[in-house]
């Protein structure tokens, strides 16, 4: 099967390069660092963005037996940091002539690592609700300062015809980057939760195998854990926390990529209007796509 999409792919980038008059991806911009970088930082940060949303309301359906509907209203938390994060970085991603994108990013990408691995302590009592809200904040303000400055310094110092291009292969990135960041979280978060199952009610189980069942069959069994005596509860949910705990700190190396990369992506100012087809961004190259007027105005 890999061999098989190894040679899809090249077949795919043989023909984009070679016969595409109009290619879906132009692949000379997968060569540029500034692109590329961007698009693998992207697949990071989406690798990450899901963790929280998808497997904090997990703890609250297992421990708290809330039902799925009102499991969700936790993760407000994690988006109000988010939409706090976005709206201060937006509002100074250009101060004073210059722009601090790649600022923003690098401090949005360590403070998801720094979230995701303070997750690793999460509480087991429910009680402890503030620390639980405050690592979700963190993450929210993480994913706010660096996910939509990464877009925008992948757009920057891109010709006009292309910049649609690379905005869409951002987003292809974050988005196939959730997709597996979610099932690398459902295999460990069903291995350590079935683990814990066997070893709880081993004597119940026997040789009972628990291959073919999911986490969703799982939750359902959370409304009757509260009905155990804690000699058997207990164990099942110090198992779900830890199991958990172990989705949240995967994310970290993740995060810590992306803060990485980050690092070593150039500012350009994103107020330059680049000649199509051109990677010139002197005023020079302005002057003969637009004129002298328009140039000023844009290299301004």
């Not at 303000?141 to 292309?162: D, H, I, R, T």
């Amino acid at each position: 099967m890999f061999a098989f999409g190894l040679v899809a792919i090249l077949i795919f980038g043989v023909i984009e390069g070679k016969f595409a008059k109009w290619p879906i991806i132009p692949l000379h911009l997968l060569v540029q660092p500034r692109v590329l970088l961007t698009i693998v930082a992207s697949f990071f940060i989406g690798f990450c963005m899901y963790g929280m949303i998808m497997f904090v309301p997990i703890y609250y359906v297992m421990v708290l037996a809330d039902g799925a509907y009102d499991s969700t209203k936790y993760i407000l938390w994690c988006v109000l940091g988010g939409c706090i994060g976005a709206i201060v970085a937006g509002s100074f991603v250009s101060f004073r002539g210059r722009v601090y994108y790649r600022e923003w990013a690098v401090l949005g990408a360590g403070l998801m690592a720094i979230g995701y691995g303070l997750m690793y302590t999460w509480p087991r009592d429910p009680a402890e609700s503030s620390k639980q809200a405050g690592f979700q904040v963190l993450v929210g303000l993480g994913l706010g300062f660096c996910m939509q400055q990464v877009l925008l310094a992948s757009q920057a110092g891109l010709p006009a015809n292309e910049i649609s291009t690379v905005t869409t292969l951002i987003d292809y990135a974050r988005t196939l980057g959730g997709m597996i960041g979610l099932v690398v979280g459902e295999v460990i978060l069903k291995e350590r939760m079935f683990a814990t199952v066997r070893e709880s009610f081993s004597f119940l189980l026997g040789s009972m195998s628990l291959e073919g069942q999911d986490v969703v069959a799982l939750q359902s069994m959370a409304p009757m854990l509260s009905k155990l005596p804690p000699a058997f509860s207990e164990p099942l949910y110090q198992g779900i926390v830890k199991a958990l705990r172990l989705v949240y700190v995967v994310d970290v190396p993740f995060a810590a990529m992306a803060c990485l990369l980050c690092l070593f992506i150039g500012s350009i100012p994103l107020h330059h209007i680049l000649p199509l087809n051109k990677t010139d961004e002197s005023p020079e190259g302005l002057v003969e796509l637009h004129g002298k007027e328009e140039a000023d105005v844009a290299s301004a």
